[in-house]
């Protein structure tokens, strides 16, 4: 058995077995999501988002298989202003497969950190937000402690000018995995709720003032989507 798993370890580290299921994962999300029957909370500050100017949009890291359903959402809102969508993810190997998995909902990957230390992808997200994109954050990414916000997010936000959207979703049938940021994995035909909260300013300068309001938006986003869709 020892040695059945070292070789399965093995495996996982090739960058084609990874390419592989990383696909395969991305197409079995696109189905989950598809097939599941989705309501919109917060309708007016998605509209908000899909037609303004630049924004932050933040999400614990256990709602990232959601994220996908409110990308599709906002695109078919008559107010939707097309541009481009990214994320930031890390550049560690699991940031590198969650990047291939969400590429196929035609996402842009930036490579970097949203804690104060890594500051990898900062210069990018303030380019990227100065020409009127749209990027997402995980701010308690790629390691934790869950539902913890590193500093970055507050950052960036205050350094470009641009809103932070605090955002989540749940759904009816789901998985949570024992990982360390206990990821809800949605499973086919069932009901979907995406939270949209009021977006949040954040003054240049006093972006450590802003944390305990963007840290409880975010909680209350999250605890409201369970509160709507509970399994």
């Known amino acids: 058995p020892h040695a059945t798993g070292a070789a399965m370890k093995y495996l996982l580290r090739k ?32 509209a908000r988002v899909a037609a303004g100017g630049p924004a932050v949009v933040a999400f614990w890291h256990e709602h990232l298989p959601f994220m996908p359903e409110l990308i599709v959402i906002a695109r078919r809102l008559p107010s939707y202003r097309p541009r481009l969508i990214h994320t930031l993810v890390s550049h560690h190997r699991d940031g590198r497969f969650i990047g291939e998995v969400v590429r196929r909902f035609d996402v842009q990957i930036v490579y970097g950190s949203s804690s104060s230390g890594g500051a990898t992808g ?67 035909f069932g009901r979907g709720v995406v939270v949209c909260g009021p977006a949040i300013a954040v003054r240049k300068g006093e972006w450590r003032g802003a944390l305990p309001g963007i840290t409880a938006a975010l909680n209350h986003v999250a605890e409201r989507a369970e509160r709507l869709c509970p399994a």
């Open 15 to 46: 960058p084609l077995v990874q390419a592989l299921l990383a696909r395969l994962l991305g197409r079995y999300l696109a189905f989950a999501l598809r097939t599941t029957r989705w309501t919109v909370d917060g309708a007016e500050d998605l």
């Open 122 to 188: 900062l210069r990018t997200l303030l380019r990227l937000l100065a020409q009127g994109d749209i990027v997402g954050i995980t701010p308690d990414g790629p390691r934790g402690p869950r539902r913890s916000l590193a500093p970055g997010v507050a950052q960036v936000a205050a350094l470009s000018g641009a809103p932070i959207v605090p955002c989540a979703g749940c759904t009816s049938r789901r998985v949570v995995l024992g990982t360390w940021d206990r990821l809800s994995v949605p499973l086919p």
